[in-house]
């Protein structure tokens, strides 16, 4: 190694103050390299060396390289001695989690389910952050090993979900195929049904109002019966038994019409296949703004959360909505 090294720029670099960098022109220092577009971190260091047919040497994982090729690659990712020594040494970088666990080590992946192989993976990788869970970050290597960890977690996640979206499509085409099937038919069927029970609504409806019309002369009748017991229990003698034989009469009579005066509602049909008038309520909103502020006086939760839902749907899409306010929360992601 030449004696004449000049670490300025590794040593600025360092801390986040980059010099010219240009092809071709290595500098002395430290630094690290991805293997491949998502693989590990390499270590790299660089200098200058007289002996050497370009006048530098460069290592990659121990290993020699040329250093005007692997350059153009390190330049932007400068790290200390320590962590180089380090990584050299095979102990890893301090922001990065060790390797995901093999799967099928201390686990049932053995069975070829997808399912277990990544729920393997996932307890490894629990296991791991559980330690740095347990403490709080107090450096930027933590933090950076933290969004790493949560990216190499995030990606069992979608490799998860994309195995269940796989395994579930199969069964959804099958439910599809099935649905194509019958839903006609039963849409038919249903469709029909309704048609001949409206069919029958006229014929129901008029019978019904004959019903209504005869409950209504009966009970005229029994109001009639009924006053002319009254006056003749008015006119009779306390001692009259013939005169109170007549009254209890006529007061069973008027109870029998009141009975016969109550209305039946129009059927048709057997039962078990029997069509019948059914009354039923329809609610019409004539003043909107009444009935909102009703509910809105009653912080009705249904309400509250719809009216929430359609703010901030609007809000975020540049309306100003009045009764808003704007709130913004800092999350990690």
Same mark, same amino acid.
């Given at each position: 190694?030449?004696?004449?090294?000049?670490?300025?720029?590794?040593?600025?670099?360092?801390?986040?103050?980059?010099?010219?960098?240009?092809?071709?022109?290595?500098?002395?220092?430290?630094?690290?390299?991805?293997?491949?577009?998502?693989?590990?971190?390499?270590?790299?260091?660089?200098?200058?060396?007289?002996?050497?047919?370009?006048?530098?040497?460069?290592?990659?994982?121990?290993?020699?390289?040329?250093?005007?090729?692997?350059?153009?690659?390190?330049?932007?990712?400068?790290?200390?001695?320590?962590?180089?020594?380090?990584?050299?040494?095979?102990?890893?970088?301090?922001?990065?989690?060790?390797?995901?666990?093999?799967?099928?080590?201390?686990?049932?992946?053995?069975?070829?389910?997808?399912?277990?192989?990544?729920?393997?993976?996932?307890?490894?990788?629990?296991?791991?952050?559980?330690?740095?869970?347990?403490?709080?970050?107090?450096?930027?290597?933590?933090?950076?090993?933290? =969004?790493?960890?949560?990216? !190499?977690?995030?990606?069992?996640?979608?490799? +998860? #979900? %994309? $195995? *269940?979206? /796989? @395994?579930? &499509?199969?069964?959804?085409?099958?439910?599809?195929?099935?649905?194509?099937?019958?839903?006609?038919?039963?849409?038919?069927?249903?469709?029909?049904?309704?048609?001949?029970?409206?069919?029958?609504?006229?014929?129901?409806?008029?019978?019904?109002?004959?019903?209504?019309?005869?409950?209504?002369?009966?009970?005229?009748?029994?109001?009639?019966?009924?006053?002319? =017991?009254?006056?003749?229990? !008015?006119?009779?003698?306390?001692?009259?038994? +013939? #005169? %109170? $034989? *007549?009254? /209890? @009469?006529? &007061?069973?009579?008027?109870?029998?019409?009141?009975?016969?005066?109550?209305?039946?509602?129009?059927?048709?049909?057997?039962?078990?296949?029997?069509?019948?008038?059914?009354?039923?309520?329809?609610?019409?909103?004539?003043?909107?703004?009444?009935?909102?502020?009703?509910?809105?006086?009653?912080?009705?939760?249904?309400?509250?959360?719809?009216?929430?839902?359609? =703010?901030?749907?609007?809000?975020?899409?540049?309306?100003?909505?009045?009764?808003? #306010?704007?709130?913004?929360?800092?999350?990690?992601?």
């Amino acid at each position: 190694m030449s004696t004449q090294q000049s670490w300025e720029w590794w040593s600025a670099a360092l801390l986040g103050t980059f010099g010219p960098i240009h092809d071709g022109v290595p500098q002395s220092g430290f630094f690290r390299v991805r293997r491949g577009k998502n693989g590990p971190w390499e270590p790299v260091a660089i200098w200058r060396d007289d002996a050497a047919a370009d006048g530098w040497i460069a290592l990659r994982t121990g290993k020699q390289v040329n250093a005007i090729d692997i350059w153009t690659w390190a330049c932007r990712h400068p790290i200390s001695k320590e962590a180089y020594d380090r990584a050299v040494a095979g102990e890893g970088w301090a922001d990065e989690p060790p390797a995901a666990p093999e799967a099928g080590i201390g686990h049932n992946s053995a069975s070829g389910d997808p399912a277990e192989v990544i729920r393997a993976e996932l307890a490894g990788e629990a296991e791991i952050a559980a330690e740095l869970l347990a403490k709080p970050i107090e450096d930027q290597a933590g933090v950076d090993k933290t =969004a790493i960890w949560s990216k !190499r977690v995030g990606e069992l996640a979608s490799k +998860a #979900e %994309k $195995a *269940r979206v /796989a @395994e579930k &499509e199969p069964h959804l085409e099958a439910g599809r195929a099935v649905d194509a099937k019958w839903k006609p038919i039963v849409d038919d069927a249903k469709a029909l049904s309704a048609k001949l029970k409206r069919h029958a609504e006229p014929f129901l409806i008029a019978q019904k109002r004959a019903e209504e019309e005869r409950a209504r002369r009966a009970a005229e009748e029994a109001r009639r019966i009924r006053e002319e =017991a009254e006056a003749a229990a !008015r006119r009779a003698a306390a001692d009259d038994e +013939a #005169e %109170k $034989a *007549r009254i /209890a @009469e006529l &007061e069973r009579q008027a109870a029998a019409a009141d009975q016969a005066a109550v209305a039946k509602n129009a059927s048709a049909g057997r039962t078990g296949a029997r069509i019948a008038l059914r009354t039923e309520t329809k609610v019409i909103v004539s003043d909107f703004a009444a009935a909102a502020g009703y509910y809105v006086a009653a912080r009705n939760p249904d309400l509250v959360e719809l009216i929430g839902r359609l =703010a901030a749907r609007d809000v975020k899409a540049g309306a100003e909505v009045p009764g808003t #306010e704007r709130r913004t929360e800092e999350r990690a992601a």
